[in-house]
């Protein structure tokens, strides 16, 4: 499974970013995918998942404000993020929870499968 994010970029606070994971490799008709983060100092958090069905869950910092969704066609996930704020600051990561029952859950550790990263960076 290879994930490969873009996006990431540099942004005043109050602005959006829309970020895209490009996925291959794998055949599985039940996952669970999803954006994760990580900010220097910090523990790599979860953001916002979506499983194979459609259903979504997103951190409470986040509610309101980033959108996850999925082209099934295209084998990209997407997470448009709106009013970014500066403690959105950090390197986010997609990953995917496939090959055995998915779980729902924002755990990063239930993921087997990370791209690189893509840098975010907000600024007041």
């Known amino acids: 499974v290879q994930l490969v994010e873009s996006g990431g970029g540099s942004v005043q606070s109050g602005g959006s970013l829309r970020l895209s994971c490009a996925a291959s490799g794998y055949r599985y008709s039940s996952y669970y995918m999803g954006w994760f983060r990580q900010a220097p100092g910090k523990e790599r958090e979860g953001v916002a998942i979506?499983?194979?069905?459609?259903?979504?869950r997103y951190a409470d910092s986040v509610k309101g404000r980033f959108t996850i969704s999925q082209d099934n066609a295209k084998r990209t996930l997407y997470l448009q993020m709106n009013s970014l704020k500066p403690e959105d600051t950090a390197m986010y990561y997609c990953?995917?929870?496939?090959?055995?029952?998915?779980?729902?859950?924002?755990?990063?550790?239930?993921?087997?499968?990370w791209g690189q990263g893509t840098q975010v960076t907000v600024s007041s």
């Open positions: 979506i499983g194979s069905n459609g259903s979504t």
């Open positions: 990953a995917a929870q496939v090959g055995r029952l998915p779980v729902n859950t924002l755990n990063p550790n239930q993921y087997n499968y």
